[in-house]
């Protein structure tokens, strides 16, 4: 094991409308990137929306002055306009924001309500839940969010206790804003340059495709695949799932391979330029090597997959290596006594194509300030896993270096706009979500919902 | 200087003989999982595909070491060593596939090859069949009932085992302030001791987890590494029917058991999730997502001496069987939780010492096929 590499978050720079900054609080000067999404044929786009519909559950006590605050936050920004100056005015937008009550925490009944207001393709729907555990597939999260994708609509949740909070509250406004604009098909920003160093593939499009397997958390006969696809400035392109039967593995095959020709296909019909790389991220956390097999195979087999001029696959996963840097500069802000965490973005070779990646420890601003993406507990690693066995060269020299293909893993922990207070995730974007993306597609599919009709939410990242 | 809970492990010798069985004569992971379960002295790892690095190409199959110091006198003596493994599946298993006696003569006749094999002692089959000799190595009592998704071999200490090595071990022994464990269980006893009265000694049990695994890296040139990385965890014993007993002794009504949630485990079928609908001194009834379930309480006691018993069991994932648990079990039983909240200056210090205590359990050199593998320290590297 050796050193091989260190990211610096200053050298992943964000690109606003109107400039370039480290710092994802940037959209607040330099404003969103895209109110459209910029790869062709999406139909979707912030411009459509007129009004943000709050819908909220009038037996809770003190809701309707919580919700009263919440719409004036939202329209007119926090006294502190550098914290949140407002919806629209960090957007550019012009929607209006109402609210509206439902009588019991019933999916139905909540869709009903937002329904009897009007066109649901003008209105974006933000439900005040209760705060369930992620963990749970069976909560009023998932169940809400499910009745809503199921006629197309992206829905943001705001849980009441966030409400209740004030002090998380002012900080998660600007999160929430960027949120919803994504949900509407917005890109807030994306990577100033592309993750890689190497100058001499200027005319080549690199598109990285997200690949997850899970299992339904119920029924172990059931699971689902799914795709997600970024391109090399970590801009969203498009998603797309599938069903499985997890005990029948040419059912799993046949499927995957359908899945990854039908987003081969979707990549090169939404650019027009000629040469392009796919860089494959799949993170292994809930796959046996025996699926591990059927991967690889529906992977290799792919029709379409040829018309890359390359295909890297890694494979990510988290890793049990914690690495302590005993000269660290990071120090306990009670105790004074130094921490240990080592810097985000180093990166140790265990051996050819194998790494391990820091994702959680300290990091210098742009302007040489010290800061942390972890307050306690242990700094996290990922092992990053070059399958060169599931690659296709085009040549004998291969266009990206390993470097390159661990700056897209690094690229992509960068882009969380969930949480914008966190420069660096200690997940990439194209891993982090693999529960709710397939959760709420198996909830999808458990009552009838043809997935491939469903033409929005394929066009943005409304798993956020 | 970066630190690692990375150990080196340095063999005393550059070479080890290793015996292969070909992967076209017998599934080399049933073979493997037979030898390492049913033989006396072997330990094995399979191959189910070729493996090829830059630094050395190993052949698929299932590749046989001894981890005790015994000199066989030929390949005979480990033919006999896996014919013997097997007969002990055959009998105890009592497998329905009707292959094992054409294996066991072919064993025999000597039709299926044994190669031995000289191998670098850093090989990639290395640290596998380290791992596997950890498992025969470690006493049974000392590995956790349960292992984390991902972990190799853990070992599991309770504050009193634990106390019992720092008091052995001389170089840890004046050294217990770095073990908080020892604090965390004088503030919270009852979920570190046994003390039957109450519920979080009845339930739960805050144990030291020491997971562990061995690992090839390459560099220059191959070495082993052994992964030991320490966590505190929790060990649950949510039994219903037990659970049902302690609310009966403590004059409890069940009906605060509804809407709890749990598991339904039965061999041969998979782990169901379901909620109590309703509960009573003679019986329950469990919701699923399409039917409802009654159940006898009766029968369920007297089937837990069965071949196939079925276990009701609380899955504390959940708000309502959480919310169930700290009301009328155990207040505190997630407190364990804030020993894992440790920097890397902590994490690594405690870790210094677990690294005693596991040479004290594993020994400071482990044996495989006449070569000694000494457990070094920790990983340093520069930047």
Redo the contacts between chains.
């Keep these: 094991m050796r050193f091989f590499e260190r990211f610096n978050i200053v050298d992943f720079k964000f690109n606003f409308k109107d400039g370039i900054s480290t710092d994802a609080y940037g959209i607040v000067k330099l404003g969103p990137l895209s109110k459209t999404p910029l790869y062709k044929n999406a139909t979707v786009g912030v411009d459509q929306y007129k009004l943000l519909l709050i819908l909220y559950n009038k037996e809770e006590s003190k809701i309707e002055e919580r919700i009263k605050q919440f719409i004036k936050d939202l329209k007119e920004g926090l006294e502190n306009k550098k914290i949140f100056p407002g919806f629209n005015q960090v957007l550019g937008t012009n929607v209006n924001i109402e609210a509206l009550p439902f009588k019991k925490y019933d999916p139905d009944i909540i869709f009903d309500t937002f329904n009897q207001y009007g066109s649901s393709s003008v209105a974006l729907p933000i439900i005040i839940l209760p705060k369930v555990a992620k963990s749970q597939y069976d909560s009023i999260y998932y169940r809400t969010k499910a009745v809503f994708l199921a006629k197309d609509i992206p829905t943001q949740i705001v849980t009441r206790d966030l409400l209740e909070d004030s002090n998380k509250y002012k900080w998660s406004l600007l999160p929430l804003t960027v949120q919803i604009f994504v949900k509407m098909g917005g890109i807030p920003y994306a990577l100033a340059r592309r993750f890689i160093s190497t100058e001499s593939l200027t005319n080549t499009a690199i598109n990285i495709l997200s690949f997850g397997l899970s299992y339904h958390p119920l029924q172990e006969k059931r699971g689902v695949g799914f795709i997600t696809v970024f391109d090399h400035n970590g801009v969203w392109n498009f998603m797309d799932s599938v069903a499985l039967s997890m005990d029948k593995i040419d059912n799993i095959t046949e499927n995957i391979a359908k899945l990854i020709e039908r987003s081969i296909e979707m990549i090169l019909q939404r650019t027009n330029v000629k040469n392009q790389i796919l860089i494959i991220h799949y993170s292994g956390k809930e796959i046996s090597s025996k699926e591990e097999n059927t991967i690889r195979n529906a992977m290799t087999t792919a029709k379409y997959i040829n018309k890359f001029i390359a295909v890297n696959v890694l494979k990510i996963k988290d890793s049990d290596i914690i690495v302590g840097f005993e000269d660290s500069p990071h120090k306990d802000k009670k105790s004074g006594k130094n921490t240990w965490y080592p810097p985000t973005g180093i990166v140790f070779r265990l051996k050819r194509d194998v790494y391990s990646i820091v994702t959680t420890g300290y990091f210098e601003s742009l302007g040489g300030d010290l800061m942390s993406n972890i307050r306690r507990g242990l700094p996290t690693s990922k092992i990053i896993a070059r399958h060169k066995e599931m690659e296709i060269q085009g040549q004998s020299k291969p266009f990206l270096e390993d470097r390159d293909l661990l700056a897209s893993v690094f690229a992509m922990c960068r882009l969380n706009y969930a949480s914008m207070n966190n420069p660096l995730s200690k997940d990439p974007v194209t891993i982090r979500y693999s529960r709710e993306i397939a959760w709420l597609t198996l909830r999808l599919e458990e009552h009838g919902t043809d997935l491939n009709k469903l033409t929005k939410i394929k066009n943005v990242m409304w798993f956020i | 200087?970066?630190?690692?809970?990375?150990i080196r492990v340095v063999p005393n010798s550059e070479d080890i003989m290793i015996y292969r069985i070909p992967k076209s004569d017998v599934n080399p992971p049933l073979l493997a999982k037979i030898i390492n379960e049913y033989s006396n002295n072997l330990v094995a790892s399979a191959l189910t595909f070729e493996y090829k690095?830059?630094l050395e190409t190993l052949e698929a199959g299932t590749y046989i070491a001894c981890f005790r110091e015994i000199k066989y006198s030929d390949v005979n003596n480990i033919r006999e060593e896996i014919k013997e493994a097997i007969i002990k599946y055959v009998n105890e298993r009592k497998p329905e596939n009707n292959i094992w006696d054409a294996l066991i003569n072919n064993l025999e006749s000597s039709k299926i090859k044994i190669e031995s094999k000289e191998l670098s002692s850093t090989s990639y089959v290395i640290p596998r069949l380290l791992n596997n000799t950890l498992r025969r190595i470690i006493p049974k009592e000392l590995l956790c009932k349960k292992e984390k998704p991902?972990?190799e071999i853990a070992i599991c200490l309770n504050v009193t085992r634990l106390s019992e090595y720092y008091q052995t071990i001389s170089s840890i022994r004046n050294e217990k302030e770095k073990e908080p464990l020892f604090l965390f269980c004088e503030s919270y006893p009852k979920l570190c001791y046994d003390a039957q009265e109450n519920g979080c000694s009845q339930f739960f049990k805050v144990l030291k987890h020491m997971?562990l695994?061995f690992?090839?890296?390459?560099?220059d040139d191959m070495r082993i590494?052994l992964?030991l990385?320490s966590y505190y965890s929790r060990e649950s014993n949510l039994d219903l029917l037990k659970i049902i007993d302690y609310m009966n002794s403590k004059g409890l009504p069940l009906e605060f058991i509804k809407k709890v949630r749990v598991n339904y485990i039965k061999k041969g079928e998979?782990t169901?999730?379901c909620e109590i609908e309703s509960i009573d001194k003679n019986s329950l009834e469990l919701k699923y997502?399409t039917h409802i379930e009654k159940i006898d309480l009766n029968y369920l006691r007297n089937n837990q001496q069965s071949q196939e018993k079925l276990i009701l069991r609380i899955n504390p994932?959940?708000?309502t069987s959480r919310e169930f648990i700290e009301k009328y079990l155990c207040k505190d039983f997630d407190k364990h939780k804030e020993l894992?909240?440790?920097?890397?200056?902590k994490?690594?210090k405690t870790l210094k010492n677990d690294l005693e205590i596991l040479r004290s359990i594993i020994g400071e050199k482990i044996y495989l096929s006449g070569v000694y593998f000494s457990i070094d320290n920790f990983?340093k590297?520069?930047?």
């Design positions: 200087m970066y630190i690692t809970n990375l690095e830059e991902g972990e997971a695994r690992q090839q890296a390459i560099d590494y992964i990385h998979y169901k999730l997502d994932t959940y708000r894992n909240d440790r920097n890397p200056e994490y690594f990983l590297l520069e930047s």
